[in-house]
């Protein structure tokens, strides 16, 4: 079940929408085109806006319309109505091209738009979100796993040109079309994992340590917190971590289901040392701490992971989208603030599931980047 | 200069929401929690429709609200106001996150979800559609280039992820990120250009003869009917067409300005014959022709390009996204009844500025595929 919003405007020069006569034409025209698709229209309810005009228009069907004009030179449409889920649309996408098309020669418009209708309620959410705040529609048909752990909503839902796709509190993890993703994380083909100590930090999907794995490393020790999500992806993205989710432990790799911030803390005490630490946690923290606060766990996840790597060891993890640049520059300040003091790299790939191009870093200390030099 | 639409909509037991009573309280909720953000709300209207309740606030500034209920279980909530250019939203994406969350706890709602703000009659138009007919917004922050020809709508417009993009009629074409298209077209790596003539059925943008000329055939000819799409490529997007449109030939190229078909008539008469014929022209027709004349149109194509392909030659072709499996069955149904016979192949690959997983054909006589194996 959802209801469908259609969104149409149109751009006008504002001369020819804040009289109220050429208003009502043009009410009475777009009325008129309306028309063609829904049949008894009535107008119920109008009103002058401190911008403008709006009205109201009811059909049978419970299909309603509002027109909304504001005085800068714009008219808005918007149509809902209920639809149920075996039911066809009442009006088509084709239908609505055709109204816009129409409405524009007949407005003289200087630009116009449709929108797909927007599926409001359903049980399968399509609509996920850019790390700018940008709405993409997924072609998500299915949800196979949908339960909430003590740390965060864990969903695995199905896109017809992606796979079966993790979600974590409406964020898109990684998909079975994201080879790209680890590889870029991991740096395939650039660094040399064989025989090599690992630490995952967090990496519930489980794709980074089966790729690792499949690079002959000496140990990779994974921590991750959330049970839940291995359990899920164990279930149905094995395709991207085959089956060291179920098997948790060999002679080459472990799964620690805990904190990682403790068992990093342990890791010093021990002083256990990796050749490469990954920070492969969500991008979001889990509750909804201030700004500082998040910055401050990074830093504090970055001062640690350097604790437990060897001298020329390397932490690699993924930052933001490239269209996100202050918040790239606001994890590169982080970088320039740790002591000792680091250097580091970056790289990029466009991540199918995210649907947009993210950004990699790799980080070491300045004196052994540079002696490496 | 745009209007901003704020969606959101609560899923609720549809028992809690058909009564005046609850409805009232539920008005009144949502209310309270709008006026954390919006000061001033008055109800101005109110109306029974034939499948609920729907209210409109007003408030100073013309921040519009609109709540309807559905006796099904869903209740939307819209809030629109304009917002220049130069404004701060009046609505932060934090504070809809904030009203989505409260309001779901307090209606005790099963589901919930916010949309990013809906931005409506911008110059910049960031939304775009996949090829199943999904919204999706785009990075867009620049339109370079914006004509229409006599063929089409042309813009190339800056996006922040994916470089200069040409887009068609509202289509996304090609970006600058889009190598990965010319290559999986070509399939570059699988196929032997060298010493062999081609001939491109489009391809205006210059990406496919760019990479192309770089596998040393003897010769391509590229038969493009709009030259203003060169011009703006030739302008806007060099770091995919190179100097290829600027120069329009040489000892191993030359880009005719034409329709494909009335040169291909030229070349079946002349008996002019190609190792490879690409189909590159766009997935839509330009006019407004209704479906049948659609697959018309690229069954002539097929069967005039098999005319000037050499025994062993290949068509090789863009198909459609793979959420699309009825339109890709309707391509393959068009070749299963081409005479001779054809045998095809296909490959996919990830176009980042199609945001979809993307179908390429390979057509062969089926003759000379069976005796190739």
Not at 73 to 98: C, D, H, M, V
Not at 286 to 292: A, H, Y
Request: hydrophobic share 40%; proline share 3%.
């Amino acid at each position: 079940m959802s209801a469908n919003s259609v969104l149409l405007d149109f751009s006008l020069d504002p001369t020819r929408i804040n009289d109220e006569v050429s208003r009502k034409d043009i009410v009475k025209l777009c009325k008129e085109h309306l028309e063609k698709f829904i049949s008894g229209l009535k107008i119920t309810y109008d009103m002058l806006t401190d911008d403008g005009y709006l009205c109201i228009l009811n059909a049978p069907g419970a299909i309603i319309t509002t027109i909304r004009f504001f005085n800068q030179g714009l008219i808005t449409i918007n149509i809902e109505y209920y639809r149920a889920e075996s039911e066809a649309p009442k009006i088509t996408f084709e239908q609505i091209k055709s109204l816009e098309n129409n409405l524009r020669l007949k407005l003289e418009a200087k630009r116009s738009k449709h929108l797909p209708p927007i599926k409001r309620g359903s049980y399968i959410d399509v609509y996920l979100t850019s790390s700018d705040e940008r709405v993409i529609e997924y072609d998500i048909d299915k949800v196979l796993y949908d339960k909430r752990s003590d740390f965060q909503k864990i969903q695995i839902v199905h896109s017809k040109s992606l796979g079966n796709m993790l979600v974590l509190d409406e964020l898109q993890n990684i998909a079975e079309a994201d080879l790209i993703y680890t590889e870029t994380l991991m740096r395939r083909g650039v660094e040399n994992y064989k025989d090599k100590e690992i630490c995952i930090l967090g990496g519930g999907d489980g794709a980074l340590l089966y790729e690792l794995l499949k690079e002959e490393p000496k140990h990779v020790v994974m921590l991750e917190i959330d049970d839940l999500v291995m359990e899920a992806c164990n279930k149905y993205m094995n395709s991207i971590c085959g089956d060291v989710l179920e098997k948790r432990k060999s002679d080459n790799y472990e799964i620690v289901v805990g904190d990682c911030m403790m068992y990093l803390n342990k890791f010093i005490k021990e002083g256990r040392k990796f050749d490469y630490v990954f920070g492969d946690l969500t991008d979001i923290p889990i509750s909804d701490t201030p700004t500082g606060e998040i910055w401050d766990f990074i830093r504090v996840i970055l001062e640690s992971s350097f604790k437990v790597l060897k001298p020329d060891g390397k932490f690699m993890t993924h930052g933001n989208g490239v269209s996100c640049p202050e918040s790239l520059q606001m994890y590169e300040d982080q970088l320039a603030r740790l002591t000792p003091k680091v250097n580091f790299t970056k790289c990029s790939a466009f991540v199918p599931s995210f649907m947009e191009e993210w950004v990699f870093y790799q980080v070491q200390c300045a004196s052994e980047a540079a002696a490496s030099v």
